[in-house]
C-alpha cells in the first residue's frame, strides 16, 4: 500500500482529495491530509458570505463525516513543521512523524501586510480565514457600541478587497476602500471599467480612494487613522488588509525544493518540484514564473497531480493557463477573459459604455477581425459563457465583431447559436463535459430530458451555471433529429398547460381522475395535479378544499408550511388598510395561540408557528372578529399594496387605498399559473412599488397608468406600460383581461415577467389582446373574469364551517397527541423553531 | 437529539413482523393522500393509493431537514414507482423501497401494511 500526504486543507487541497478518491477504487493507497486551520476545508471564495448568516458550516465544502466515510485521515489544526526528503517522511507540529511514498503540498498562501509603520495596532485586520472574520465580527461590534458611526477601510482594491467592503458594509460600518493602483482591481480592469464599476459601488455606499500610498497608521494602541500624505489623512477606526498574497511556501525552502526568486515551489507541467515524490498545487505552485490565485487553475492542477500520481501521465497542466473569471461582486457581474488589456498593435478594441447605467463591455478582436482576444465585462455578464467559449474555441468572429456586445433589436446580442461551438467546446467546466459528448448523449445513447442527460454525463451537477447552454444544446440537437420539442407537463400528460385548459374548459371535466383517465396516463404526481388543481379552481372556482389531496403542499391545508412542520396565518388585510379594532383581535388571537408575529412586504400581518390541529380554532376566531383568507399559501392574488394615496398624501393625485382595496377585493381567491402581486399609487413617487408588480397602477394626471409583467424575486423585473390615462372602469377592463390571458396561457408556475418575455409580440401584442381585442376573445375574457368575482367564497370559512374538511387537522389519525418533536427557541421576545442542523 | 432518532425507523420486511399495529378505521385516510399513525413513540405516514387499490407505510420523518412531515406530502409515481413527495422541500422517496428517487438522499424506512374489516394494519418487528 501507497501512502499519499497532502499538507493543506483548503480548497484545492480539498479538491485533489475529492478527485483522488473518485479515481481510486481499490484500497491500494492510503490518503493522510493535514489542516493547519481548526475545521475542514471551506469554500474561502465566498467568505463574505460568512457575515451575513456567520454559518461557518455552510462554507464547507464537505462536512468532516465525508473524509472518514471515504477513508481519509483527516487531521485538522495540526501543522506539518518539517520534511525530511531522505527518509520520505513528515513532522508535524506536535512531534508526530509519518511516512509518505508522495507529498502533496497544497498550503496555499498567506495574506501579504506591507511593512506600513503603524500596523501592529489593534483594530488591523488580514482578510483570510474564518478566524480573522470572528475576530473582526468582535471588534466591530465593540466599536458601533462606541460610535455607531464609525468608518473601517480595506487596504487594496482588489477582488478580494472588494469582497471585504461588502463585508464592512454588512457590518454596520462606512467602508472605505484604499488603493494604491490609479484603478480598482488592477489585474482585471481596464481604466474606463474600473470607473463605471467605481460608480456602481459608490452608488450603493462604498467610498473609493484610488492612488493613494498609506505613510503610516495613526493612534496610539488602536487604529485611529490612515496617513497618506502630509495634510491627507483618512480617520478610521478598523482597518482590513487585503493587498494581495504571499506563497506559505516555508517547507519548500526548508527541505532544499527549488524556489521562485519571488517565492513559491518551482513545478513542471506534471506538478511534481525538483524532488520527483513531492508535488505542489494551488497558490503556492510556481508555474511557468507564474503564481495562480484563482481557484479554477488550483482545482486543474489537483487534476494532474491526481492522475500523475496513479500514473496517468498524459494528464499534464496546459502551457498557457486561462485566467478569465466571472463572479459577482456585491451584487454586480464583473468578468474578465483572455487577454482583458491589449497594446493597440495586437488588435481592436471594441468598447461599449453606459454610465447611466453602469455598464461596460470591450471585446479585443486580432487585427484581422477574425479572432477574439479577450474582453472585459461590467454590469452585465450575461454573455460571458459564450463569449468565454468563443475565446477558448478560437471560433469566428461575426463581420461586424460590434454585434456581440450591442444590444440589438430583440433585446439579446446576437451570437449564433449554440450548434456553432466546435464539438470540442468544453460547456459544464465543474465536470469537463464537452459539446461533443453532450450531443452524443442524445444522438447516439437517445438520452431527451434535461434529468436523463445531467445522470449520463454529471453536466451541471456541478455549479449549474451551464443549464441554460445544455438546455439549448439538447433542444437543438433534438431538432436537428427532427424530433419534435414538445412541451408536456410530465410524464402522465403529453400536453402543455395551455393545451390541458382548452380541454378541461371545453370538455367540462371536472375532476383530476377523471382527466388522467381520458387524457393522461399513469397515475399522476406532485407536478401534475397542483396544475390539474389550478387550472379547475381558474376555469370553475372550485376551492382548494374540494380535491384536496391534489393540491399543492401549502393548499391542502389551507396555510404555508414552515421550516418545522408548523404553519402560518395571513388573514387578508385589502389595500393594507386596517383598523385599530381590527389589530387589537389580530393581536389577541396571536397572544392566545403564542404565534411569532411579522409585517410582511405585502402589508399585511403574518403569524407564524401553528400548529396543524390549531389552524381551524384559529381562523374560526378571525373569522369571527370579521376577517378572511389571504391565500398567502396559494398560487393565486397575494395583496395590492398601497401608499396612502389624496385622502391623506399632500402630493396625492388619486385615492390610491380604496383603489387598491376594490381591486384586491376583486381578484382575491383567483387561482392563476403562479402567485401574483398588484399595487397602486397616489402619484409618481411610487411609494407602493408598482411597477416591481405583476400588476400595478400609477395615478398622473388625467387618470391611471397601468403597467404590467413587473416582479421583485429572484430576477427583479419592472412593469411596462399598458395604458396611459386611463379612468377606473377602463383600467380594471384591461387588467381584468390582461390577467384572465395570463391565466390561460402560461406554462406551470411561470410568473407574468417570464410569460411576457416568452411571448411571441411581447408588450404589443398584449396591448392588441387587452385594448385592440384583435383575437376577438375580450368579451370571452371579460365574461370568465366576472364569474370568477362573483363565485369568490372564503375557503377558510368552508373549512371551518364543514367538520368533514377540519377532521383532517389533526397531527395523528389514532390519537389526539400533538407531535413532540416541534420545538421553538426564544427570539427577541418571540418565539422561532430550532434552528436546522 | 432527533437525529438518533432517525434510527428508530428501519425497513420491516413482511416476513419480519412479529406485531401487526391496529391504526384506524379506512375512513380516517384521504382518498390518494396520506396520514399520520402513532405507534410507541414511532411516527408513520401512512398512504391510500386509491387509483391503484393499495396502501404504503412509511416513516413520517423526512431525512432531508429532520422533520415530521411527510404524511402531508403528495404522493404520485415516477416511471411506475409509487412516490411520495416531500411537502417541505419536494424530495421523492419510493413507496416500495424507500429510496431517494430525485436525490441522494438517505432512503427512508417502509413498512408492511394491510387492510382487514376496514381497518388498516401496520407491521413492526418490534
Known amino acids: 500500500m501507497k501512502t499519499v500526504i497532502v499538507v493543506g486543507n483548503g480548497m484545492v487541497g480539498y479538491k485533489f482529495c475529492e478527485k483522488f478518491i473518485a479515481k481510486v477504487k481499490s484500497k491500494n493507497y492510503k490518503l493522510i491530509v493535514f489542516g493547519e486551520e481548526p475545521r475542514p476545508a471551506y469554500d474561502r471564495v465566498h467568505l463574505s458570505e460568512f457575515f451575513e448568516n456567520q454559518d461557518a458550516k455552510a462554507l464547507e465544502m464537505a462536512p468532516a463525516e465525508w473524509y472518514a466515510e471515504n477513508g481519509i485521515d483527516l487531521m485538522v489544526g495540526e501543522r506539518v513543521a518539517d520534511i525530511n526528503r531522505k527518509y520520505k517522511k513528515i513532522t508535524t507540529a506536535s512531534n508526530q512523524e509519518y511516512r509518505y511514498d508522495y507529498l502533496v503540498l497544497a498550503t496555499g498562501s498567506s495574506a501579504f501586510v506591507p511593512p506600513i509603520k503603524g500596523v501592529e495596532k489593534e483594530g488591523v485586520f488580514v482578510y483570510r480565514t474564518i478566524e480573522d472574520l470572528e475576530g473582526m465580527l468582535a471588534y466591530a461590534a465593540e466599536l458601533k457600541i462606541r460610535n455607531p458611526k464609525a468608518k473601517a477601510a480595506i487596504l487594496g482594491g482588489g477582488l478580494l478587497g472588494l469582497e471585504a467592503g461588502k463585508a464592512v458594509m454588512d457590518m454596520g460600518l462606512e467602508p472605505h476602500v484604499v488603493e494604491f493602483a490609479p484603478k480598482l482591481m488592477p489585474r482585471q480592469l481596464d481604466a474606463r471599467s474600473s470607473q463605471v464599476l467605481q460608480l456602481k459601488l459608490e452608488s450603493i455606499g462604498l467610498h473609493i480612494h484610488l492612488s493613494k500610498a498609506t505613510n503610516q497608521i495613526l493612534g496610539d494602541k488602536a487604529i485611529t487613522g490612515m496617513e497618506f500624505g502630509e495634510d491627507d489623512v483618512l480617520d478610521v477606526e478598523m482597518l482590513i488588509i487585503s493587498a494581495g498574497i504571499r506563497p506559505r511556501d516555508e517547507l519548500g525552502k526548508s527541505s532544499g525544493l527549488e524556489m521562485g526568486v519571488r517565492g513559491g515551489i518551482v513545478v513542471n507541467n506534471k506538478m511534481q518540484t525538483s524532488d520527483e515524490s513531492i508535488y505542489a498545487i494551488g497558490e503556492i505552485a510556481l508555474y511557468h514564473q507564474m503564481i495562480y490565485g484563482l481557484v479554477a487553475p488550483g482545482y486543474e492542477m489537483a487534476t494532474v497531480a491526481v492522475d500523475q500520481i496513479l500514473e496517468n501521465s498524459e494528464t499534464v497542466m496546459v502551457d498557457e493557463v486561462d485566467m478569465s473569471t466571472k463572479l459577482k461582486l456585491i451584487g454586480v457581474d464583473v468578468a474578465s477573459f483572455g487577454e482583458p ?62 454585434q456581440l456586445i450591442l444590444p440589438t433589436s430583440e433585446g439579446g446580442a446576437s451570437f449564433g447559436s449554440v450548434m456553432d461551438l466546435p464539438d470540442t467546446a468544453v460547456v459544464c467546466s465543474c465536470e469537463a463535459v464537452t459539446k461533443g459528448q453532450l450531443c452524443c448523449a442524445v444522438k447516439d445513447d437517445g438520452y ?128 393594507g388598510e386596517i383598523s385599530p379594532k381590527q389589530m387589537i383581535a389580530m393581536g389577541r388571537i396571536a397572544q392566545k395561540y403564542d404565534l411569532y408575529t411579522k409585517i410582511t412586504g405585502g402589508q399585511r400581518i403574518d403569524m407564524f408557528g401553528a400548529k396543524l390541529h390549531e389552524l381551524p380554532f384559529i381562523w374560526e376566531e378571525l373569522i369571527a372578529e370579521g376577517f378572511e383568507t389571504g391565500q398567502a399559501y396559494g398560487k393565486s392574488l397575494r395583496t395590492v399594496k398601497s401608499c396612502v394615496g389624496s385622502t391623506w398624501c399632500r402630493y396625492g393625485m388619486d385615492e390610491s387605498v380604496s383603489f387598491a ?62 395604458a396611459e390615462k386611463v379612468d377606473n372602469e377602463t383600467a380594471i377592463k384591461y387588467v381584468d383581461r390582461f390577467l384572465m390571458y395570463y391565466i390561460q396561457t402560461a406554462q406551470p408556475l411561470m410568473r407574468t415577467a417570464t410569460w411576457l418575455e416568452k ?10 389582446v387587452v385594448i385592440n381585442d384583435c383575437l376577438g376573445i375580450a368579451d370571452q375574457l371579460d365574461k370568465e373574469m366576472q364569474f370568477l368575482v362573483d363565485t369568490y367564497k372564503c375557503e377558510w370559512k368552508e373549512a371551518v364551517e364543514n367538520p368533514e374538511i377540519r377532521a383532517k387537522y389533526t397531527h395523528f389519525v389514532n390519537s389526539e397527541e400533538e407531535d413532540e418533536n416541534i420545538e421553538f427557541v426564544s427570539l427577541r421576545d418571540q418565539k422561532m423553531p430550532t434552528p436546522w442542523v | 437529539m432527533i437525529d438518533s432518532i432517525l434510527k428508530e425507523y428501519n425497513t420491516t420486511a413482511l416476513e419480519e413482523v412479529t406485531v401487526w399495529f391496529k391504526a384506524a378505521e379506512i375512513s380516517k385516510f384521504p382518498k390518494n393522500g396520506g396520514a399520520c399513525v402513532k405507534y410507541k413513540e414511532k411516527q408513520i405516514a401512512v398512504f391510500n393509493f386509491t387509483r391503484q387499490g393499495k396502501w404504503y407505510a412509511c416513516q413520517n420523518l423526512c431525512p432531508h431537514k429532520l422533520e415530521m412531515v411527510l404524511s402531508r406530502g403528495m404522493i404520485g409515481e415516477d416511471v411506475g414507482i409509487p412516490k411520495i413527495a416531500c411537502p417541505l422541500h419536494k ?25 382487514e374489516d376496514d381497518f388498516v394494519y401496520i407491521g413492526f418487528s418490534e
Not at chain 1, 399595487?679 to 412599488?689: L, P
Not at chain 1, 408598482?690 to 424575486?713: H, T
Not at chain 1, 411571448?759 to 392588441?768: F, Q, S
Not at chain 2, 413507496?95 to 401494511?113: D, Q, S, V
Request: with cysteine; glycine share 10%; net charge neutral.
Open chain 2, 91 to 115: 424530495n421523492t422517496f419510493s413507496l416500495e423501497t424507500g429510496e431517494n428517487l430525485n436525490g441522494t438522499l438517505p432512503a427512508i424506512a417502509t413498512y408492511p401494511i394491510k387492510v
Open chain 1, 759 to 768: 411571448l411571441e409580440g411581447g408588450i404589443d401584442y398584449v396591448k392588441n
Open chain 1, 448 to 575: 431527451e430530458t434535461m434529468k436523463d442527460i445531467a445522470k449520463a454525463t454529471k453536466a451541471t451537477t456541478g455549479c449549474g451555471g451551464c443549464k441554460p447552454m445544455v438546455t439549448d444544446l439538447i433542444n437543438e440537437t433534438l431538432k436537428s433529429l427532427g424530433k419534435v420539442v414538445k412541451e408536456r407537463i410530465c410524464e402522465h400528460f403529453e400536453y402543455s398547460r395551455q393545451e390541458l385548459y382548452d380541454i378541461v374548459k371545453m370538455k367540462h371535466i371536472q375532476d383530476y381522475d377523471e382527466l388522467l383517465d381520458t387524457h393522461g396516463n399513469g397515475n399522476g404526481c406532485e407536478i401534475c395535479k397542483p396544475v390539474a388543481a389550478s387550472i379547475f379552481a381558474s376555469i370553475f372556482n372550485e376551492t382548494a378544499n374540494k380535491q384536496d389531496t391534489i393540491q399543492d403542499s401549502n393548499d391542502r391545508f389551507l396555510a404555508n408550511i414552515q421550516r418545522n412542520g408548523t404553519y402560518s396565518v395571513v388573514p387578508r388585510v385589502a389595500g
Open chain 1, 661 to 722: 382595496i376594490a381591486i384586491e377585493n376583486r381578484y382575491k381567491g383567483i387561482r392563476s399559473p403562479h402567485k401574483f402581486k398588484g399595487g397602486v399609487s397616489g402619484c409618481i413617487r411610487e411609494c407602493a412599488e408598482a411597477r416591481g408588480k405583476d400588476f400595478g397602477f400609477i395615478a398622473v394626471e388625467g387618470g391611471w397608468n397601468i403597467y404590467i409583467c413587473g416582479n421583485g424575486g429572484a430576477n427583479p423585473k419592472h412593469a411596462v406600460l399598458l
Open chain 1, 341 to 402: 488589456f491589449m497594446p493597440a498593435s495586437k488588435g481592436h478594441s471594441i468598447i461599449f459604455e453606459n454610465k447611466t447605467q453602469y455598464l461596460y463591455k470591450r471585446i479585443n478582436v486580432s487585427l484581422d477581425g477574425k479572432k477574439l482576444l479577450g474582453g472585459i465585462l461590467v454590469g452585465d455578464a450575461t454573455d460571458y459563457h459564450m463569449l468565454h467559449q468563443i475565446y477558448l474555441n478560437g471560433m469566428p468572429v461575426p463581420e461586424d465583431p460590434s
